[in-house]
């Protein structure tokens, strides 16, 4: 049944309109992520924007729903498996074990400890994980990524979606406020361009983030704050595996009468196909730059269904603690990463 209504889904005029209005949504935040300034917030989370604000005309996004609920669900796969390509193997192991260590380190410590202070302030589990899995591993794409691995039941998805659109506002927010942070530290922490391109790529939320501050210390920083970066970003497919067995246990420790099966994320098998096909498969840049591009695209039109489909009141309205939380966990996590980065590299 579920494959026909997805066949159903393709054929009708009301999905195309949905394809169009969330490319035209991901196209205008592409071409505003170049933009100075608007590049430290990111494609991703400006599509999400733009879907957010074609709520203004209620009567037409009502009218798309189901055909924006499936774009936010499947596109969100095949744009998190393209994403792979963007992930280059051979470069993470020529920077040595230092920096994938510090990653495995900065992505358990921070999901756990952002978790734990979420729960502390009384924030819903699901939205807590979320928010966690943004600060810790990268952003957007993080939150989206992680977001299939918590079930929920039905009468909870709408909450569901509406965390998801938090998690991404409470990670662009604080990556965009300790990007200006590190920016204007940089003077003041002595370091020299390898040190701090340690500290943007290991500190930072989003990839864009990271580019932004790791630039100012030149093509040496830059290089560095995005191969640390991607080594975070590496940790996402376990971290989705962990993250989705843990969930799953303890909902069937709260409701002894939940079953499930082991939640395998497939579409993280693909993510890590992809990286190994665009490591050691010969292609060529531009058609790696052109797959990667496509990710985004694809994650672009998930996020701006998803902003389509939220009720954007009533996440302001929840998102005092989070932001709390996530900007404690943000302190601790720069404060580890100035401190390593001065002690190993």
């Known amino acids: 049944m579920k494959g026909c209504f997805n066949l159903k889904i393709l054929s009708t005029s009301k999905f195309w309109l949905a394809i169009i209005i969330t490319l035209i949504c991901t196209m205008i935040g592409?071409?505003?992520?170049?933009?100075?300034?608007?590049?430290?917030?990111?494609?991703?989370?400006?599509?999400?924007?733009?879907?957010?604000?074609?709520?203004?005309q209620p009567k037409m996004t009502k009218s798309i729903k189901k055909e924006v609920g499936f774009i936010s669900n499947k596109f969100l796969r095949l744009g998190?498996?393209?994403?792979?390509?963007?992930?280059?193997?051979?470069?993470?192991?020529?920077?040595?074990?230092?920096?994938?260590?510090?990653?495995?380190?900065?992505?358990t410590g921070t999901i756990t400890g952002t978790y734990l202070l979420n729960r502390k302030f009384g924030v819903d589990k699901e939205l807590a994980i979320l928010t966690a899995s943004g600060t810790g591993i990268c952003g957007a794409a993080a939150v989206m990524g992680i977001s299939p691995q918590i079930k929920v039941s039905p009468e909870k998805q709408?909450?569901?979606?509406?965390?998801?659109?938090?998690?991404?506002?409470i990670v662009a927010i604080m990556g965009t406020i300790f990007?200006?942070?590190?920016?204007?530290?940089?003077?003041?922490?002595?370091?020299?361009?390898?040190?701090?391109?340690?500290?943007?790529?290991?500190?930072?939320?989003?990839?864009?983030?990271?580019?932004?501050?790791?630039?100012?210390?030149?093509?040496?920083?830059?290089?560095?704050?995005?191969?640390?970066?991607?080594?975070?970003?590496?940790?996402?497919?376990?971290?989705?595996?962990?993250?989705g067995?843990?969930?799953q246990k303890s909902s069937q420790t709260n409701n002894s009468n939940t079953r499930g099966k082991l939640p395998i994320p497939w579409f993280m098998g693909g993510f890590i196909l992809a990286s190994i096909i665009g490591?050691?498969?010969?292609?060529?840049?531009?058609?790696?730059?052109?797959?990667?591009?496509?990710?985004?695209?694809?994650?672009?039109?998930a996020m701006a269904a998803l902003g389509i489909s939220v009720n954007f009141r009533v996440i302001l309205n929840r998102g005092k603690k989070p932001i709390l939380a996530a900007f404690i966990s943000s302190i601790?996590?720069?404060?580890?990463?100035?401190i390593v980065s001065k002690l190993f590299f």
């Open 158 to 169: 709408a909450q569901k979606e509406e965390d998801q659109v938090l998690a991404v506002a």
């Open 332 to 338: 601790i996590l720069l404060t580890f990463v100035i």
């Open 30 to 56: 592409t071409y505003l992520a170049n933009l100075p300034y608007l590049n430290i917030i990111g494609s991703l989370v400006l599509s999400l924007i733009f879907g957010m604000l074609l709520q203004v």
């Open 179 to 243: 990007t200006l942070i590190e920016i204007m530290l940089k003077p003041l922490l002595h370091m020299d361009a390898t040190q701090f391109g340690v500290v943007a790529g290991g500190s930072l939320h989003e990839i864009a983030h990271a580019v932004a501050t790791g630039s100012t210390a030149g093509a040496i920083g830059l290089n560095i704050a995005i191969i640390t970066k991607l080594s975070r970003v590496l940790m996402l497919a376990p971290a989705a595996l962990i993250i």
């Open 279 to 301: 490591s050691f498969v010969p292609m060529s840049a531009s058609l790696l730059n052109l797959l990667v591009k496509a990710a985004y695209i694809f994650l672009g039109m």
């Open 80 to 107: 998190i498996i393209l994403l792979g390509f963007k992930l280059n193997l051979n470069a993470l192991m020529s920077s040595g074990i230092k920096t994938i260590l510090l990653a495995i380190v900065v992505v």
């Open 245 to 247: 067995i843990w969930y």
